[in-house]
């Protein structure tokens, strides 16, 4: 009979596995991993497949899951220290954006389309998602793709958060796990609503930071179970939550989904010996190294294409 665990006290020795890229050498598999989320997203947004398929949402699901797994190795595993920790975040993410929104707004102005100091002021803050009125994928400004930003940037601060509230110290992988329950419970609430939901639906950090949560909560407890885990299983899990991103029940993707991506995500990084099917193929690893330029290349790209040749919205699935 297998040996019962203490899930609250994740065993911390040996548990960074080198997945830290930012203070070890950069590895193969986070950066290939990187790499297929790139390419789904690029699928999604600009190459029609001969068949009905397509792997956007997977792509922006599976960076969130990504994310949260670093994420977590860096706050609740490592401890790296909150002034070290916002000052990276912050160098290599806030000149770039400042520059892409000043950039896209001036831009913007010089074609005569309009806009309130309000949008501008709150997409620099990254709430753009809630306010003002009618959402961010409802401007004309090219700025759509900032909602998955937005979120990341909100789970970040609610993580570091975490690490200062004393009681909760090895103890935050249940925590963060029920807290990707309820985004999720959140998502179906909305759902229920329709029309009387809130205008950002699915685009709110208190519904899409299901995945970040669950793969930060759960990378916190997996090394208790790993040794139980066969080497199929983190690919069958991610084979799936790629089915299930093509539709579907509309509540089975958003439950299922962020739990398949964060066991596959935190389970996928060591390659099944003798075998390369964990391992992205190099030219991954290559796209990777261009996150940032991407995303904000990708938004004004992605979105003249929605203006002009009539790509389809975001849109609930239907109950």
């Not at 954006?97 to 620099?124: D, H, P, Q, R, Y």
């Not at 003002?132 to 909100?154: A, D, F, Q, R, V």
């Not at 790209?301 to 040749?309: A, G, K, P, T, V």
Request: proline fraction near 9%; charged fraction near 15%; glycine fraction near 6%.
């Amino acid at each position: 009979m297998p040996q019962q665990h203490d899930f609250t006290r994740p065993n911390l020795k040996g548990a960074v596995n080198n997945i830290d890229t930012e203070t070890s050498p950069r590895t193969d598999y986070l950066d290939g991993w990187r790499g297929v989320s790139i390419l789904c997203v690029l699928q999604g947004h600009f190459i029609a497949l001969p068949i009905p398929v397509d792997f956007g949402r997977f792509g922006v699901c599976m960076f969130f899951a990504l994310s949260g797994m670093l994420m977590s190795n860096l706050l609740f595993i490592e401890r790296q220290p909150l002034s070290k920790f916002y000052r990276r975040r912050i160098s290599r993410i806030v000149p770039t954006f400042v520059l892409f929104v000043t950039t896209m707004f001036t831009l913007s102005g010089l074609w005569n389309t309009a806009f309130s100091w309000n949008e501008f002021i709150s997409t620099l803050l990254f709430t753009r998602t809630y306010f003002p009125y009618p959402g961010i994928w409802k401007t004309e400004i090219p700025i759509g793709h900032i909602w998955s930003l937005n979120i990341e940037e909100h789970s970040y601060i609610f993580m570091s958060f975490l690490t200062l509230l004393p009681f909760l110290k090895r103890r935050e992988g249940p925590f963060l796990i029920a807290g990707g329950a309820t985004c999720i419970v959140i998502g179906f609430i909305y759902v229920r609503l329709g029309s009387s939901a809130p205008f950002w639906g699915p685009l709110g950090t208190e519904v899409a930071a299901s995945f970040l949560l669950m793969s930060a909560g759960y990378r916190l407890v997996c090394d208790r179970v790993r040794q139980y885990v066969p080497p199929w299983l983190p690919v069958l899990s991610l084979v799936l939550a790629m089915y299930l991103s093509q539709g579907g029940s509309w509540w089975l993707q958003p439950m299922a989904s962020p739990v398949l991506l964060a066991f596959a995500v935190n389970h996928l990084p060591k390659p099944v010996p003798g075998s390369r099917l964990c391992c992205p193929p190099r030219p991954c690893v290559w796209l990777a190294c261009v996150p940032s330029r991407f995303t904000y290349g990708n938004s004004p790209s992605f979105q003249r294409r929605r203006y002009f040749l009539a790509a389809p919205t975001v849109r609930w699935p239907a109950p």
